[in-house]
């Protein structure tokens, strides 16, 4: 009995975490930062959910889309509040960031393919 006890605690803790950042939206509006990156890091969305490019905190400070997140400098082993912070607000494409919330991100550009004549 007490196996499955702590088994339906574990499984509850899991579950709030899951919901409670949702029900906070009812509360306290989410911020953003104005972009979406997948879980390689890949910036595929640089509007987020503004209205337009020029409304978007990302697009200000210079990032666009195929930009890539150094996710080696995102690891949360050995464990660094603010690094692993950092990355569980923005990977996955779901962002729950505080308003007035900053981060800093390190980013890699896509290789610049550069079209020419060969002598």
Do not use: H
């Not at 930062?33 to 697009?59: C, H, K, L, Q, R």
């Not at 082993?77 to 991100?105: H, I, K, W």
């Amino acid at each position: 009995m007490t196996r499955q006890r702590i088994l339906l605690i574990v499984l509850l803790a899991w579950a709030l975490v899951m919901i409670v950042p949702d029900v906070l939206r009812v509360v306290q509006p989410l911020g953003s930062f104005g972009f979406y990156a997948d879980n390689d890091g890949m910036i595929y969305d640089v509007t987020g959910p503004f209205d337009a490019e020029s409304d978007s905190p990302a697009w200000k400070a210079g990032i666009r889309d195929g930009d890539k997140l150094a996710l080696s400098k995102l690891r949360c082993f050995p464990y660094s509040r603010t690094t692993c912070r950092n990355a569980l607000m923005v990977l996955g494409g779901v962002q729950l960031v505080l308003p007035d919330r900053e981060a800093t991100f390190e980013l890699r550009r896509p290789a610049t393919i550069r079209r020419g004549r060969l002598p």
